[in-house]
């Protein structure tokens, strides 16, 4: 009897859909952290979302070399979500990592991830962890968690139901994130209409699954300052569009005054960056949404009546 075949099999499928978008930099590195995964059982998708850089080609070579991975070549540029979804819907695994190629899984990276899941009930939708930020030329910056003495993260990451906890702030490091295929099925997936995935899974998942917090570093994510959109908050952001488009979802989602109040500490953060930038027609979008979440101070009302007043400006 062949008893590590048989371990093999046992083991669940873990599908990483590696998404490229002008990382021919990077993506040798990101690449190279797939092959060194001590997890054994892996189905890879390689997605350029038409770069118009050298990535193509160092995909295909990879791609060459490893007979097993699979390809998409997007023709046009459609965005992240959208091109997960191509390879999402095409894939078999129990657990998936959407994976920029700009990025570096640490070997351990799968296996931790899979056996935090397997101590867990099938209501956990996502194990996520820490994460070593490092810059364009991959020397570590610090850690996505700050530490105390102790080297404890402090505040403890949530874990368990955190619907209200993705409402209320970012603490999520997104590349970390190993998910259940069950929980990106009940969600149909990414939502395309949006700019970005991050705060609109989290919200939709944790309604309906729990998170858990593995106190670990699995991942390195790539900063890179120089790119960093100049647009923020100004008039014709599209991701903040998109955040005022989830916050709608998430009003809608919100059974609790506590979910509510929470969901009213970030449309107050984003009121208030919006208003800084200039963008006032986006500000009284987010006034009207916090004015219905019962929840507006003084401040908000002052901002709120300015962004009103200015908006057509």
């Not at 390879?87 to 351990?108: C, K, N, Y």
């Not at 208030?272 to 930038?277: K, P």
Request: proline residues 5%; hydrophobic residues 40%; aromatic residues 12%.
């Amino acid at each position: 009897m062949n008893t590590t075949a048989n371990h093999f099999e046992a083991l669940p499928l873990v599908t990483i859909v590696a998404l490229c978008y002008n990382h021919a930099r990077f993506v040798r590195e990101a690449l190279d952290s797939i092959l060194a995964q001590t997890y054994p059982n892996l189905e890879v998708w390689l997605v350029d979302d038409a770069s118009t850089d050298e990535s193509v080609a160092i995909l295909r070579e990879y791609a060459a070399a490893n007979p097993g991975w699979k390809t998409i070549f997007l023709p046009e540029n459609i965005g992240n979500c959208a091109a997960f979804n191509r390879a999402f819907r095409q894939s078999h695994g129990e657990f998936i990592i959407d994976f920029a190629t700009d990025d570096v899984l640490l070997p351990t990276r799968v296996a931790e991830q899979v056996a935090a899941f397997q101590r867990l009930d099938a209501s956990y939708g996502v194990v996520y962890s820490d994460a070593e930020l490092i810059d364009e030329d991959s020397r570590p910056v610090r850690y996505h968690y700050r530490r105390d003495a102790q080297g404890q993260p402090h505040p403890r990451p949530a874990s368990g139901h955190v619907f209200a906890e993705v409402l209320r702030r970012y603490f999520i490091s997104t590349p970390t994130m190993l998910m259940r295929r069950a929980t990106l099925a009940h969600l149909d997936g990414y939502d395309e209409t949006l700019a970005y995935e991050d705060f609109d899974f989290w919200v939709r998942a944790a309604r309906d699954f729990q998170f858990y917090f593995l106190d670990a570093v699995t991942t390195r994510k790539r900063l890179h300052p120089a790119s960093m959109s100049r647009r923020g908050y100004r008039p014709h952001d599209p991701f903040l569009a998109s955040t005022i488009r989830v916050c709608r979802k998430a009003l809608l989602l919100c059974r609790t005054p506590d979910e509510r109040a929470a969901l009213a500490v970030r449309l107050r953060w984003e009121l208030r960056q919006a208003v800084r930038w200039g963008n006032f027609r986006k500000g009284a979008e987010l006034y009207g949404l916090l004015l219905e979440t019962q929840s507006p101070q003084l401040l908000d009302r002052v901002l709120g009546a300015y962004a009103r007043l200015r908006k057509g400006q």
